[in-house]
Each structure stands twice: as structure tokens, then as C-alpha cells.
């Protein structure tokens, strides 16, 4: 190591020889040896030092993205058609489009965590301090600057996460005064998100903010060169030159940067590769989630991790009303980042600089002490036991949650009802909790989805891949289902646990797997039909069907077991549902059976039985998806139940002439989705 | 070749205050012409609005069961988002009850008015609830305090029509604030 400068080694001096020759005549017309000279050779007094290595490391975190956002741009394309889409191309399709992706994405947390470590060191050594006064504040824009091409970068996938995060930050920036509401309709690109949202916030992602961040980072350096690097008291050591000393500390600290974005990327594909599982590396890296939709609640909604902080923050001002709000998105941030502004100046006296190493301090803790309560929140359900608080929830259930029957039920004694609301604040917690980690599952459910869908052969249709979501059973159906008809019927596998309860308050039959084997031969089962899975809390508990089934049915001598069986198999086969294999005899045998007068057909209409239509449903088709259709648009129609239609609505039919609930598409979605047609990726 | 003369102090301070100011407008008006253009583009969402609210139909009467329980309909209309027409998009949800025996209903906007997130009812708990920053409602929309949310859920104006569809107002108001204030 050298002890002193090597001053004479590093004097540009002209040099012999053909390339020396050119270099000199290119030094002549440029003076690229001084400029270099100057670049590196710069004096670091007390010697290189470890503790140097942040800015280095920030300016080469900011290469990173520049480096992988220019290659993303060229595949990326900004509209609410096209943005989710190319995103997913990037990810899914594009050669190395993951590791890019995953890089930029990464190396954004990185660059936060950075900027929190080089403004510890600054403001802890006092690198404030005259002369380098206007450098602090210049960093100081910087690290906004950063933050910003944070907030608009999450936006640009044009994923449910970015959306609603979007919205919500977007409705803060509406709080600042006067400006706020011209602000955010700036910001937004209209009065509405869409294409102009993802255009603007792209224009400022990937041209306004760098190229403004370049600017003063250019600035950031010329004063840092021009005050020197600012060296930590005392100096023990003899001085040393940036090149190569502080270089070589500099690149190794790069590399430990780069080793940890890496690592986070590839983590589950090492978990994967352990627990022996293939490998997907469109799942490595950067998530994307479901395509932005305003009417779909996305109950996962969270700002990333290094913003949960301030997310946190205002439900701190719970209950303060609109200035609470104001306070926390707007007033203590801004008064927070003007502090830190008029660091240098408390600075210049010794209380004063303890005073800022303190608060900076305190809001980093603060920060992260935030960020802690945030997730322990979220995730609270993971460890919490819930079942200790079940007495809370029966009450609950008991009373309905009213005051005056909670305070009866606990014996109108204030103590015990105080206890009882610090549980029940518990157990609320707790639910909370379950509802957040649900609906992450759900979130994660319908990216999956989403990506299964777009990954077709046939690609994703020019009016975007939400418009595939929108028609997709298994996206649509359970929310239709649950928005329709899930006040009456019940939708769940009657071997689970959990169906009996669910059958006994559903008023209507259970419509798992209807016009399948299982369900038809619960409904020709003399110990089902009649009870809540099928008939049994409907208006035909007692009707004609379910005295068929208990009394004629179940008699060996007018129904031999096999004859059911041959219905059962008719019937799925009615439905185009899979008979386990049932032969074609026992089909047409049953067929038969339907068909005949003294048997199915004496009720229903089957093939060339020439039973009337009105009694008793229609058999021609039963089950298939012409029949649901039929069944949901209107069941009164002759073919179901004109006569003794019980409570269901006629879905498709409008009343006096009005449009109807549902549209065409939308039953034909219910009815897939009964069915379980839907697209199925190839391997699964 | 001009011979080179001294001029007077006087003459020259004028004429390097004319070349000053001239050099100043010249580059400043050249600047300002391109600055300008860009002014008046970026500002140009401000010219926009969401017009004035009008009553779209949500769903018929006669499927909405009078027992006081709201129930999440989509709100359906034709959109444009700026270059892009959408013929019967979903643009959000409201929550319409309707109580025993009434001919009238209720509604109230799916949008958080404390920051816009989609508020979500807990039948259990039977109150609404959004998920972003907790903010939970009774089933009148009112506040359940403490909550971050600085005023109620929003009421939606409805009307009924003559074939029997409920219409609802469908209106984005100001989020954070106390007063409810529809943008316009
Ligand atoms: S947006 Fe609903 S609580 Fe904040």
C-alpha cells in the first residue's frame, strides 16, 4: 500500500509509439488524460475507508436502472391495452425478460436502502457542515427525485397493485391546498385513470425524473469534488488515492449490492430447485399482478414496502378527521423533509448537530418501527390464536353485534363490558388480519389466472387482456354467482366439512358440480333429495320429485338398482358431462328409462315421449349448457317451471320491458362456470 | 480590415446594455416559444371533466329483496378514456338497499371517501369495510369511530323509473376531506 500520493506515476506525459501517438493527438484535441486525471486521482484524506462506499454505490444502483429501463422501455408500451400486456410479454415471454425485469425492480428497494445509508453516514460524520452545505441539499432533492421514480414506477405494469396504490397516493396528492385537486387531475391525466395515467407517469418514470436526477447528480458531484470528500475525524491514517484505493472499495461494495439483488431473485428458484419442484422464471423476480380493474376491489391493496411507513402513518390520525388526514399525508412530511433541509444550518453548533444525527436517527426508527406495526398488522392472523377468542365471536354472533343486548348479555356490568370490548378489539384484529391474507391468496389466485389466460395460443385480443378476464368462467362465475344467486344456493363440495353448515342456510340447491354424476345421483337418492342439498329448503320439499324418489325409487321391485344407475349415467350424459365411463348400453338404457311413460317420462319430456312440457322440467338436454342458459334466463319458461316456479328470478328477462339483470354473456358465464368449462392451460 | 479605435465609455456601456438586454430577449423568447407549447399541452387534462353526473340503471326493483341488506351492484356505462370508446364498461359499484315494504332505495358509492380504495362489506360483521387503511361504516354508510375516513360513505341520488329500474346518480366526489364535494 502506498504511503504517500504517487503524484509523479499519474502525470499525463507524452508517450511513444503508433497508439501512443494517437493518443497524444487525441489528448491534443480533447484533454481526455487531464479529465481522467481528475476523475481519479483524487486525494482521500485518512485513506480509503468502507464507510465512503454509499455514494458510489447509489450512483451505481442509478447505472443499474438506467442500464435495464432503457431495455425495458424498448419492450414496454404505455396504454391501458397494451401496458399490462407488454409487461407480461417482458416477464413471461421475452428471453431473459424476468432477470431485467427482476433486476430493475430489485435494484429500486436496493436503491432506497441505499439512500438511507448514505444519509445516515452523511448527517452522522457531519458532511453537512460548511462549505458543503448547498451539496447536502442537493442530495437532499435527490433522494426525492428517487422516491418519485419509485412511486411512478409501480404504477407502469397497470396491475391491480399499482392501480389502487396509485389512487390512493394520487387522492393525497388532491389534499395539498389550492393546488391539490388541479394537481392530481394533473398527475392523473384527466379526471380519470387510463391511458393518459400510464402515459404521464411513464413521461416522468423514464424521462422527466431521470433526466432531472441526472442534472443535479452531475451538480452532487461537481461540489463533492470541488470541497473534497469529507473525512471522518480523526485521521489516523496517511491519505490515499481514489484510484485505486477507495475504486477497488468502492466495486466490492457494488458487487455485495448486486449479489444481494441477485439473491433475492433467484431465492425461490433455490427454494424450488431444494424441494425438487421445476423451476418457472416467469414467477422470479418482479410480480405482476391481475390487470388493473376499477370495478373489482382489490382488498390486498398496499403501497411497497419501503412506503408502508407512511401508509402506516395515517392510520395513526384515526379519528382526526379530514386534518388528520391532512397532517399525515401531507403536513409531517413536509415538515419532516423541511427539517432535514435546515440541517446544515442547526448543524453549526455542536447541540445542534447531535440534534440532527438524533432525528435522523429517530425518523428511521420511526420509519421502520411503522413498517413493523404495518405487517404485524397484515399478518397478525399467522401466529394469533383465534380460537381464544370464540366466546367473543358467539356473542357477537348472539347479538348481532347491538350494544344494548351486549351490555344485557353481560350483565349490564361496566367492568366486564370494558373487557369484553378489549377482546372483541382483538378479535377484530385477528379478522382483519384473515381478511388481508385471503384476499393476498385471491390476488395471487387471479395473477395466475390472468397470465394462464393471456398464455393462450391464441394471445391476448386487441382489446387486452382484460377484457379475457372479463370473460373468463372461472374468473366471473364465482363473482356472479355470489353476487346472484348465492343468496339462495349453496356452491361447495358436499364431502367437505364445512357443507352442512353452509347447505343449512342456503334456501335453495346445492349447485356444486350440477348435472355431474355425484350431483345426480344425490338427487335420485331417497335420503338427499328431500334434504338441503337438493329439495329439501325449497318450496318442493314435498312436491312430486321427492315422493318419487322416496317412494318409488327406493322400492327395489319397481326400481332395480341398476335402472338408477343407468338414469344417473343417462343424465350426465344429458349434461355432456363425463359418465366415468359408463358404457354406451347402461347410457341408452337409462336414456331409455327417462323416455319411457311409465317411469321418468310419465312427469318430463324426453326424446319422442310425447309427455307435455309444463309439468315437469324438460329432459332433452338437461344439465347441458343450452339448459342452464335456458334455466337462468327465465325458469319459468314452459320447459322448467311455469307453473310452480319457486323465488328464482328470471334472470335474462327484463321486467316491463326494461334490460334485464343479467345480459346474455354474463348467464352464459354462470353456466360455464357451473359446468367447470373454462380454459385449462396445457399440464395442468 | 477595420482599424481597430477606442470608443468612448459612454457609448460602449450603452451599446453593451442594448446587446446585453437584446441577447437576453432574443434567447429568452426562442426558449419560451417551445416552453410555452409544452405549457399549454401539459395542462391540458384540466380542460377535461367527467361531466355532470347522470343516472344510470344499476338493477330492476323487483330484484332487490326489501330486507334492508345492501347489496353491491356494478355501475355500467359507455366510457372514453381518451382516444379509447367503451361501450358498457363496469366504472365502479355501488351498495343499493331498500327496506321492508318501500318502494324508495338507498345508495351509497363503493369508494372509500377517505382515499378511494374500494370499500367492501363484512357481512359478518355486518358493516362495510375498506380494506386499505380499515376504515369500517355502518350499514347506513355511517362512521364507525375511530376512523381514518373523514366523512361517511357516499349517498348516491336514486330514482325509480317507470319500468320499475332503479337509477342511480353516479357521482365521484373529493376523497380526504369533510365535505362531500362531487368533482367535476
Ligand atoms: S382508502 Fe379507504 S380507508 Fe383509506
Same mark, same amino acid.
Given at each position: 500500500m502506498s504511503t504517500t500520493a504517487p503524484q509523479a506515476d499519474s502525470t499525463p506525459k507524452p508517450s511513444s509509439g503508433l497508439l501512443g501517438g494517437l493518443a497524444d493527438w487525441f489528448d491534443d484535441r480533447t484533454g481526455y488524460r #487531464?479529465? /481522467?486525471?481528475?476523475?481519479?486521482?483524487?486525494?482521500?484524506?485518512g485513506g480509503a475507508r468502507w464507510r465512503y462506499v454509499w455514494g458510489s454505490c447509489l450512483v451505481f444502483a442509478?447505472?443499474?436502472?438506467? &442500464?435495464?429501463?432503457?431495455?425495458?422501455?424498448?419492450?414496454?408500451?404505455?396504454?391501458?391495452?397494451?401496458?399490462?400486456?407488454?409487461?407480461?410479454?417482458?416477464?413471461?415471454?421475452?428471453?431473459?425478460?424476468?432477470?431485467?425485469?427482476? $433486476?430493475?425492480?430489485?435494484?429500486?428497494?436496493?436503491?432506497?436502502?441505499?439512500?438511507?445509508?448514505?444519509?445516515?453516514?452523511? /448527517?452522522?460524520?457531519?458532511?453537512?457542515? !460548511?462549505?458543503?452545505?448547498?451539496?447536502?441539499w442537493l442530495g437532499l432533492i435527490l433522494m426525492q427525485l428517487v422516491l418519485?421514480? !419509485?412511486?411512478? =414506477?409501480?404504477?407502469?405494469?397497470?396491475?391491480?397493485? =399499482?392501480?389502487?396504490?396509485?389512487? /390512493?397516493?394520487?387522492?393525497?396528492?388532491?389534499?395539498?391546498?389550492?393546488?391539490?385537486?388541479?394537481?392530481?387531475?394533473?398527475?392523473?391525466?384527466?379526471?380519470?385513470? %387510463?391511458?393518459?395515467?400510464?402515459?404521464?407517469?411513464?413521461?416522468?418514470?423514464?424521462?422527466?425524473?431521470?433526466?432531472?436526477?441526472?442534472?443535479?447528480? /452531475?451538480?452532487?458531484?461537481?461540489?463533492?469534488?470541488?470541497?473534497?470528500?469529507?473525512a471522518k475525524q480523526p485521521i489516523t491514517k496517511p491519505d490515499a488515492m481514489f484510484w485505486p484505493d477507495q475504486v477497488l472499495k468502492d466495486a466490492v461494495a457494488m458487487l455485495a449490492v448486486? #449479489?444481494?439483488?441477485? =439473491?433475492? $431473485?433467484?431465492?425461490? #428458484?433455490?427454494?424450488?430447485?431444494?424441494?425438487?419442484?421445476? &423451476?418457472?422464471? @416467469?414467477?422470479? @423476480?418482479?410480480?405482476? @399482478?391481475?390487470?388493473?380493474?376499477?370495478?373489482?376491489?382489490?382488498?390486498?391493496?398496499?403501497?411497497?414496502?419501503?412506503?408502508?411507513?407512511?401508509?402506516?402513518?395515517?392510520?395513526?390520525?384515526?379519528?382526526?378527521?379530514?386534518?388528520?388526514?391532512?397532517? @399525515?399525508? &401531507?403536513?409531517?412530511?413536509?415538515?419532516?423533509? %423541511?427539517?432535514?433541509?435546515?440541517?446544515?444550518? &442547526? %448543524?453549526?453548533?455542536?447541540? %445542534?448537530?447531535?440534534?440532527?444525527?438524533?432525528f435522523t436517527l429517530a425518523i428511521l426508527a420511526g420509519a421502520g418501527l411503522l413498517t413493523a406495526m404495518a405487517l404485524h398488522e397484515d399478518y397478525y392472523a399467522l401466529w394469533a390464536d383465534k380460537t381464544a377468542y370464540a366466546d367473543v365471536e358467539e356473542l357477537l354472533k348472539k347479538t348481532g353485534g347491538d350494544e344494548q343486548q351486549l351490555a344485557a348479555a353481560l350483565g349490564n356490568d361496566e367492568a366486564k363490558l370494558a373487557e369484553f370490548e378489549k377482546r372483541r378489539h382483538e378479535y377484530e384484529a385477528i379478522r382483519k388480519s384473515e381478511a388481508f391474507l385471503v384476499a393476498v391468496k385471491q390476488a395471487k389466485a387471479d395473477a395466475e389466472r390472468a397470465v394462464d389466460l393471456a398464455g393462450r395460443p391464441e394471445k391476448i385480443p386487441p382489446a387486452g387482456a382484460l377484457s379475457l378476464v372479463r370473460s373468463d368462467p372461472l374468473s366471473q362465475g364465482p363473482l356472479l354467482f355470489a353476487q346472484h344467486c348465492a343468496s339462495c344456493h349453496a356452491h361447495i363440495d358436499p364431502a367437505k366439512p364445512e357443507a352442512a353448515a353452509i347447505f343449512a342456510q342456503a334456501s335453495a340447491a346445492n349447485l356444486f358440480e350440477f348435472g355431474g354424476l355425484v350431483w345426480a345421483r344425490g338427487l335420485l337418492d331417497p335420503e338427499q333429495v328431500a334434504g338441503p342439498a337438493y329439495f329439501g329448503n325449497t318450496a318442493h320439499s314435498d312436491g312430486d320429485m321427492v315422493s318419487f324418489v322416496t317412494d318409488e325409487l327406493s322400492d327395489p321391485d319397481l326400481w332395480k338398482p341398476d335402472e338408477v344407475e343407468a338414469v344417473i349415467v343417462a343424465l350426465a350424459a344429458e349434461a355432456e358431462l363425463p359418465t366415468g365411463g359408463a358404457s354406451a348400453d347402461l347410457v341408452a338404457k337409462g336414456r331409455g328409462l327417462m323416455a319411457d311413460t311409465d317411469r321418468c317420462g310419465s312427469c318430463h319430456a324426453y326424446a319422442d315421449n310425447e309427455t307435455e312440457l309444463g309439468y315437469a322440467p324438460d329432459l332433452n338436454g338437461w344439465g347441458s349448457r343450452e339448459w342452464l342458459v335456458g334455466i337462468i334466463t327465465d325458469p319459468t319458461h314452459q320447459r322448467f317451471y311455469p307453473e310452480d316456479n319457486d323465488r328464482m328470478p328470471s334472470f335474462g328477462v327484463g321486467s316491463n320491458g326494461g334490460p334485464p339483470t343479467l345480459t346474455e354473456d354474463q348467464i352464459g358465464l354462470i353456466a360455464d362456470w357451473l359446468r367447470g368449462s373454462w380454459y385449462r392451460p396445457a399440464g395442468h | 480590415m477595420s482599424e481597430h479605435t477606442k470608443a468612448d465609455p459612454a457609448t460602449e456601456g450603452r451599446r453593451g446594455f442594448i446587446t446585453k438586454a437584446l441577447a437576453i430577449c432574443c434567447g429568452g423568447l426562442a426558449t419560451l416559444t417551445p416552453v410555452g407549447a409544452a405549457i399549454w399541452a401539459v395542462l391540458d387534462p384540466l380542460r377535461r371533466t367527467a361531466g355532470a353526473g347522470s343516472f344510470l340503471r344499476v338493477a330492476d326493483l323487483a330484484n332487490l329483496p326489501d330486507d334492508g341488506q345492501p347489496r353491491q351492484f356494478p355501475v355500467i356505462t359507455d366510457r372514453v378514456d381518451a382516444w379509447t370508446g367503451y361501450d358498457a364498461e363496469p366504472i365502479g359499484a355501488v351498495y343499493v338497499k331498500r327496506e321492508k315494504g318501500s318502494d324508495t332505495v338507498e345508495a351509497l358509492s363503493a369508494t372509500c371517501p377517505h382515499a378511494g380504495c374500494f370499500v367492501e362489506m363484512d357481512k359478518e360483521s355486518k358493516c362495510f369495510r375498506c380494506p386499505c387503511h380499515n376504515s369500517a361504516f355502518t350499514l347506513d354508510g355511517g362512521i364507525v369511530a375511530p376512523s381514518p375516513s373523514p366523512r361517511p360513505m357516499d349517498s348516491l341520488e336514486c330514482q325509480i323509473d317507470k319500468s320499475g329500474s332503479i337509477l342511480v346518480k353516479w357521482q365521484n366526489f373529493y376523497t380526504g376531506i369533510e365535505e362531500k364535494v362531487a368533482r367535476p
Open positions: #487531464a479529465l /481522467v486525471h481528475e476523475a481519479l486521482y483524487e486525494r482521500v484524506p442509478f447505472m443499474t436502472q438506467v &442500464i435495464t429501463g432503457l431495455v425495458l422501455w424498448a419492450s414496454y408500451s404505455a396504454s391501458a391495452q397494451t401496458a399490462w400486456e407488454s409487461v407480461y410479454y417482458i416477464q413471461h415471454e421475452m428471453a431473459g425478460g424476468w432477470l431485467l425485469r427482476g $433486476i430493475h425492480h430489485v435494484m429500486a428497494q436496493a436503491m432506497v436502502v441505499l439512500l438511507a445509508l448514505h444519509l445516515m453516514q452523511v /448527517v452522522i460524520d457531519g458532511a453537512y457542515r !460548511a462549505p458543503r452545505e448547498v451539496n447536502f418519485g421514480m !419509485a412511486l411512478t =414506477g409501480y404504477l407502469l405494469p397497470w396491475d391491480q397493485k =399499482g392501480y389502487w396504490a396509485t389512487r /390512493v397516493a394520487t387522492n393525497l396528492a388532491g389534499l395539498v391546498p389550492l393546488v391539490g385537486p388541479s394537481l392530481q387531475q394533473l398527475v392523473v391525466g384527466g379526471p380519470d385513470y %387510463g391511458h393518459h395515467t400510464l402515459t404521464r407517469f411513464f413521461a416522468l418514470h423514464a424521462g422527466f425524473l431521470p433526466a432531472t436526477l441526472v442534472g443535479f447528480l /452531475v451538480l452532487h458531484l461537481t461540489l463533492f469534488r470541488k470541497h473534497g470528500l469529507h448486486m #449479489a444481494v439483488v441477485l =439473491g433475492v $431473485i433467484l431465492m425461490p #428458484a433455490l427454494r424450488a430447485m431444494l424441494a425438487g419442484e421445476p &423451476i418457472v422464471t @416467469g414467477h422470479l @423476480g418482479a410480480e405482476l @399482478g391481475a390487470p388493473a380493474d376499477p370495478s373489482q376491489p382489490y382488498a390486498a391493496a398496499r403501497p411497497e414496502w419501503y412506503f408502508l411507513f407512511l401508509f402506516q402513518f395515517l392510520k395513526v390520525f384515526e379519528g382526526w378527521g379530514a386534518s388528520g388526514e391532512f397532517l @399525515g399525508a &401531507i403536513v409531517v412530511p413536509g415538515l419532516t423533509l %423541511g427539517l432535514m433541509f435546515l440541517m446544515p444550518i &442547526i %448543524g453549526r453548533w455542536k447541540l %445542534g448537530h447531535r440534534f440532527n444525527v438524533a | -
